[in-house]
């Protein structure tokens, strides 16, 4: 049967939501965090002519008024430049929805006098007349005396500048290698081996691999393994767990040791601190393999903690909350905040009659995208603020007296708050950080669930979190609690929990179980 395709032409009415640009631009602003904001405008203002910043110094901001005023009396092809016109004019005239601020003004730059060219003169003139041998023994040593500080100081590099970043465990053991007396060919191995350790200092790669990628015997690579565990820290290039322990054990004299036969052998009961098991399986007395279970902890797990890890990470926060009087008080920390303005030298440009179609058009592109980028970073500002106070408004008890009393809070009681979109309020709240006086919180922090209580008021699950902690803290190390005990002590506290969910917030606040948290006594 023959198919037959027909055309036609069918008309609907419909809504969609179309992102402008400038939109998605403001929604991706709004959820940046403090360095990528930071990282995003400094990307900006490498790329379009029409931002700078608007913190300047005094010197640059009269250098810059210097060059100001040679430009506006030079001519360009017979004409003066048009006037400049003023930055928050520019923007409020530009575009009706931008919204200028105080920090929007641009700096008042300071007028300094060219020296007089006599007064110049006279004072070159001067140097004949100098009596030099006078001067240089009386101001020749005065560095010794610190009479007169140096004039490079001012170019010498900050303090900042001369750090040094941590030495790694490669460069550690690298260091060690090259003053071993092994041949070029097993340094080759050795460097191969270290390289491949991983962050805690283990060697997860089989010899075998290493071996085929070395194109030499599994025999050479093991030999030259064992030279390079016999390298700080001790423990270092072990496979396993066991093997590192043991090689610590060996560095310190103690292979024969009660500790040494542990480890190999009832290292799993000694994870479980199963110490009566180890005992009879051993033939050995209780309070003897409490000591070596002693001597065990105080080993180094993993070797290369020292000397592994990313840099701290330091938190700007985005907002302070302080209280002042009987009122908690919200604040921006503006400082934080990259300040920008429009540059008068192109707003001149882009005034200028001689100037042509295409270069004005690409400055009116540029200085919309710049009043979009300033629109977006204040936009920003304000939601964080709103949704700062907001959270102030239902968690006053905590900012009052602490975790404890940490209420439950969800995205929609904060969005109908202040009149926002659950979405936007998750955007704000995202990498943003409260500087409060019960310390620095990411906003994320303040939304938590909740969990019934007797009295039928939700307890959140922060508040049931911090009163797990400080149960295991209180408890006994030969007696731990288990999840049943902490779940009956929340529910003669009146707070209804099931003996999981105390083991979902143990496991998620880094408590290792009560078989696991026994000490020998």
Same mark, same amino acid.
């Given at each position: 049967m023959a198919l037959e395709v027909k055309?036609?032409?069918?008309?609907?009415?419909?809504?969609?939501?179309?992102?402008?640009?400038?939109?998605?631009?403001?929604?991706?602003?709004?959820?940046?965090?403090?360095?990528?904001?930071?990282?995003?405008?400094?990307?900006?203002?490498?790329?379009?002519?029409?931002?700078?910043?608007?913190?300047?110094?005094?010197?640059?901001?009269?250098?810059?008024?210097?060059?100001?005023?040679?430009?506006?009396?030079?001519?360009?092809?017979?004409?003066?430049?048009?006037?400049?016109?003023?930055?928050?004019?520019?923007?409020?005239?530009?575009?009706?929805?931008?919204?200028?601020?105080?920090? @929007?003004?641009?700096?008042?730059?300071?007028?300094?006098?060219?020296?007089?060219?006599?007064?110049?003169?006279?004072?070159?003139?001067?140097?004949?007349?100098?009596?030099?041998?006078?001067?240089?023994?009386?101001?020749?040593?005065?560095?010794?005396?610190?009479?007169?500080?140096?004039?490079?100081?001012?170019?010498?590099?900050?303090?900042?500048?001369?750090?040094?970043?941590?030495?790694?465990?490669?460069?550690?053991?690298?260091?060690?290698?090259?003053?071993?007396?092994?041949?070029?060919? @097993?340094?080759?191995?050795?460097?191969?081996?270290?390289?491949?350790?991983?962050?805690?200092?283990?060697?997860?790669?089989?010899?075998?691999?290493?071996?085929?990628?070395?194109?030499?015997?599994?025999?050479?690579?093991?030999?030259?393994?064992?030279?390079?565990?016999?390298?700080?820290?001790?423990?270092?290039?072990?496979?396993?767990?066991?093997?590192?322990?043991?090689?610590?054990?060996?560095?310190?004299?103690?292979?024969?040791?009660?500790?040494?036969?542990?480890?190999?052998?009832?290292?799993?009961?000694?994870?479980?601190?199963?110490?009566?098991?180890i005992a009879r399986s051993m033939g050995v007395p209780l309070d003897a393999v409490g000591a070596a279970a002693k001597i065990i902890a105080l080993l180094e797990p993993k070797p290369g903690r020292d000397y592994g890890g990313q840099e701290p990470a330091y938190i700007v926060p985005d907002v302070y909350i302080q209280k002042i009087g009987d009122d908690f008080m919200v604040t921006l920390n503006e400082s934080a905040v990259p300040r920008l303005r429009l540059a008068h030298y192109y707003q001149r440009v882009m005034n200028d009659a001689t100037v042509g179609a295409e270069t004005r058009e690409y400055l009116q592109e540029r200085m919309r995208s710049a009043r979009w980028l300033v629109k977006s970073i204040y936009q920003r500002q304000q939601t964080i603020f709103k949704v700062a106070n907001s959270i102030v408004k239902f968690q006053r008890a905590f900012f009052e007296r602490g975790v404890g009393l940490l209420k439950p809070l969800v995205l929609k009681d904060v969005a109908e708050d202040i009149g926002m979109h659950e979405s936007t309020i998750s955007r704000a709240t995202a990498n943003k950080y409260a500087h409060t006086p019960q310390g620095i919180f990411e906003l994320k922090f303040f939304f938590t669930s909740g969990v019934k209580a007797a009295d039928g008021e939700d307890v959140s699950a922060e508040t049931v979190k911090e009163r797990i902690r400080a149960l295991v803290a209180g408890e006994g190390s030969h007696a731990p609690l288990s999840d049943q005990s902490i779940a009956e002590i929340l529910r003669n506290e009146q707070i209804n929990i099931a003996r999981r969910t105390v083991a979902k917030y143990r496991q998620a606040l880094g408590i290792l179980p009560s078989s696991r948290r026994k000490r020998f006594e």
């Open positions: 055309l036609g032409q069918d008309l609907r009415l419909r809504q969609q939501l179309v992102m402008t640009p400038q939109l998605q631009q403001a929604i991706k602003i709004l959820q940046l965090s403090l360095p990528e904001l930071e990282a995003v405008v400094q990307s900006e203002l490498d790329s379009n002519p029409m931002l700078e910043p608007l913190d300047q110094s005094v010197a640059e901001a009269a250098a810059n008024h210097e060059n100001d005023e040679s430009n506006e009396n030079a001519p360009a092809d017979g004409e003066p430049l048009a006037a400049e016109p003023d930055a928050e004019t520019a923007l409020a005239s530009g575009d009706s929805q931008w919204e200028p601020t105080a920090d @929007d003004r641009p700096v008042e730059t300071i007028a300094t006098e060219a020296p007089d060219a006599a007064v110049e003169l006279g004072e070159l003139g001067r140097l004949d007349k100098l009596d030099w041998r006078e001067y240089l023994e009386n101001y020749s040593n005065n560095w010794q005396n610190g009479e007169a500080g140096d004039p490079d100081d001012d170019r010498r590099n900050t303090l900042e500048n001369t750090l040094t970043r941590k030495t790694s465990l490669e460069d550690h053991l690298m260091w060690q290698l090259r003053l071993s007396n092994l041949d070029e060919a @097993d340094q080759r191995i050795g460097a191969t081996i270290i390289y491949n350790l991983n962050d805690d200092g283990y060697l997860e790669t089989p010899l075998e691999e290493l071996a085929a990628q070395l194109e030499c015997g599994v025999e050479r690579v093991e030999r030259v393994l064992k030279r390079v565990r016999l390298l700080d820290p001790p423990g270092v290039g072990a496979r396993n767990l066991r093997e590192c322990l043991f090689a610590q054990l060996t560095n310190l004299g103690m292979e024969d040791s009660l500790a040494a036969r542990v480890v190999l052998n009832h290292l799993d009961l000694l994870e479980k601190h199963r110490y009566n098991e």
